[in-house]
């Protein structure tokens, strides 16, 4: 009989306590995956882990490379007919990007498996890529499973940020957006960030649990701390007694940390006021960090401020201007031009 998993979660008021997906070596390694990852990278692998055993229907020991292989298929089968695609890539099934993630997971789980050696898995079923070059040669070479289309990222244009901060009803709700949009936070750094984290004086936030563990210090304009104060002075609960900045100002969990899900329904609320078709959290944060880069700010140090490990994930998450990368390009022409010869050809030095 096939092995068939049930995601089960249990979840406090500090955030997810518990995931289980029925099986032990599954569930040993979410617990694996708990201690070194946040609660939404915890769930997420847990929910592509069912996704992948509900498709499959083996115990892990008995995973084939033929059985991902069919689990590719699957996922890139058309989901809404063989005529309805997405618009932004031509495809019926997954996007390229979820298939990846949960080839990602299958993959972390095995070769946690294998390194235990005593799960009866022996090497991992999810092979790197296909080889594109004979043997002997030499080279990196090779196919990936999955090819994720590099499209630049979505950022709001002024007029929509001053819409969109224009539609928010709160101090707090302002305070929260300008985080994103001038401090280029995260939304679990938002949401995580405790009153010993402000410096006021300093204009300073200390992220504390930044992605993959990095902690940081974060320069934010006094726009920010203007709503900031405001939302302290005059809107949050005097009895709340948690340590997390933004909490809920109304109803039965008045004083208690704001959640993931208050924060969406804070920004999809606003974003309809104000008419904007799209307007999510890391739209915000790549706002940020494009208009910084656009305004003269060194690459390594929006990287610096962005909290990434490699500089590659920063210039991956700017969408600059057209008009700002005509300006550049105007601008080292003319000093090119400046430099050449009457014939085109360069002075000499």
């Given at each position: 009989?096939?092995?068939?998993p ?6 406090g008021?500090?955030g ?19 201690a ?5 990278t915890?769930?997420a ?9 509900t ?6 020991a008995?995973?084939?490379r ?22 932004e ?10 298939i ?12 946690y ?8 898995v ?16 030499r080279g ?12 630049l ?10 819409a ?6 709160t ?44 902690q940081?210090?974060v320069?934010v304009?006094?726009?920010f ?15 709340a ?31 309809a006021?104000a008419?904007l ?10 706002t ?17 401020r ?6 590659e ?37």
């Open positions: 009989m096939g092995f068939v049930c995601l089960d979660r249990s979840v008021d500090d997810i306590q518990v995931i289980t997906l029925g099986h032990p070596l599954l569930d040993d390694y979410l617990a694996f995956v708990a070194r990852a946040r609660a939404n915890w769930l692998v847990a929910y592509d882990l069912k996704v992948f055993f498709t499959v229907g083996k115990e892990p008995a995973v084939r033929a059985d991902v292989f069919a689990f590719l298929a699957a996922q890139r089968a058309p989901r809404r007919g063989e005529t309805v695609v997405r618009l890539d031509g495809e019926p099934g997954l996007a390229a990007r979820t990846a993630r949960r080839l990602s997971s299958v993959a972390g789980l095995f070769a498996l294998a390194a235990r050696e005593d799960s009866g022996r090497a991992n079923p999810v092979p790197r890529g296909l080889a594109s070059r004979r043997p002997g040669r990196r070479g090779g196919v990936p499973l999955v090819r994720t289309p590099r499209t990222p979505r950022i709001l244009a002024p007029a929509e940020v001053d969109l901060v224009g539609a928010l009803r101090a707090r709700d302002r305070a929260m957006v300008l985080a994103m949009l001038l401090g280029g936070l995260r939304r679990c750094e938002v949401l995580g960030l405790r009153l010993a984290d402000v410096s006021a004086g300093e204009r300073r936030l200390f992220i504390a649990e930044g992605k993959g563990g990095r940081r210090i320069p304009s006094p726009r701390f203007a709503a900031l104060g405001d939302y302290l002075d005059t809107e949050r609960p005097a009895s007694t948690a340590d997390r900045v933004f909490v809920v100002l109304k109803g039965p969990r008045r004083g208690q940390p704001l959640t993931a899900a208050g924060l969406d329904e804070v920004l999809d609320g606003a974003r006021r008419g078709a799209r307007a999510t959290c890391h739209m915000l944060r790549h940020c960090f494009t208009r910084l880069r656009e305004a003269g700010m060194a690459l390594e140090a929006i990287q610096a962005a909290g990434h490990a490699s500089i994930s920063t210039r991956i998450c700017l969408h600059l201007a057209n008009g700002w990368l005509a300006e550049e390009y105007l601008r080292v022409a003319e000093a090119i031009d400046a430099r050449a010869g009457p014939c085109g050809a360069a002075a000499p030095g």
